[in-house]
T-cell receptor, first 112, second 118 residues
Framework: KQEVTQIPAALSVPEGENLVLNCSFT??????LQWFRQDPGKGLTSLLL?????REQTSGRLNASLDKSSGRSTLYIAASQPGDSATYLC???????????FGKGTHLIIQP | GAVVSQHPSRVICKSGTSVKIECRSL??????MFWYRQFPKQSLMLMAT?????????EQGVEKDKFLINHASLTLSTLTVTSAHPEDSSFYIC??????????????FGPGTRLTVL
């Protein structure tokens, strides 16, 4: 069974800090991996998509990396802001026609 | 681009009734749509995968006769929860994937539907 684990489950840091969220998966046969944010009671906002042939993707203050050999992905958030407070989910796809297997998320709070 | 909508956003119904949730890709053709549900403080769990014009594929443990999925066009998929019970109360989210390029590699998610069964 495919499993996706996210560490830490929760994180609270002061504004301005750089931080790293971790995602690990048991099956290295990966098609792509997506990082999302979810605000309370809302749907998912896609942040970054990394395809299996890529090692990292960047968008603004966000950088996501993928290491298939170790079954890990990290999301790096630079210069965190209170607006970054949300739950961050990673989702792994094993094939082009497959749905995503999600981790339980990291609940992030950025203190003003 | 790549916008997915869901309707309704919130529904409250009585036990035993059926509820239909619509998922639409507004600006692209979605050959594949996925339905997920999320219980409180849990992550999203894939329920089923639907391809336009064919029967949906359900994940293990999901009753296909209870959760009816129709994907009759390239822009619309519906999920009908039949004879809903309180344990079906959840947040239902759909996603859509297109045919090529970015649209074919990435899943685009709708805003979700909060179902409460009394």
């Amino acid at each position: 069974k495919q499993e996706v684990t996210q560490i830490p489950a929760a994180l609270s840091v002061p504004e301005g800090e750089n931080l790293v969220l971790n995602c690990s998966f048991t099956d290295s046969a990966i098609y792509n991996l997506q990082w999302f944010r979810q605000d309370p009671g809302k749907g998912l906002t896609s942040l970054l998509l990394i395809q299996s042939s890529q090692r990292e993707q960047t968008s603004g203050r966000l950088n996501a990396s993928l290491d298939k050999s170790s079954g890990r992905s990290t999301l790096y958030i630079a210069a965190s802001q209170p607006g970054d407070s949300a739950t961050y989910l990673c989702g792994r796809s094993g094939g082009g026609a497959d749905g995503l297997t999600f981790g339980k998320g990291t609940h992030l709070i950025i203190q003003p | 681009g790549a916008v997915v909508s869901q309707h309704p956003s919130r529904v409250i119904c009585k036990s035993g009734t059926s509820v239909k949730i619509e998922c639409r890709s507004l600006d692209f053709q979605a050959t594949t749509m996925f339905w997920y549900r999320q219980f409180p403080k849990q992550s999203l769990m894939l329920m089923a995968t639907s391809n336009e014009g064919s029967k949906a594929t359900y994940e293990q443990g999901v009753e296909k006769d209870k959760f009816l999925i129709n994907h009759a066009s390239l822009t619309l998929s519906t999920l009908t929860v039949t004879s809903a019970h309180p344990e079906d109360s959840s947040f239902y989210i759909c996603s859509a994937r297109g045919t090529s390029g970015r649209l074919g590699n990435e899943q685009f998610f709708g805003p979700g539907t909060r179902l409460t069964v009394l």
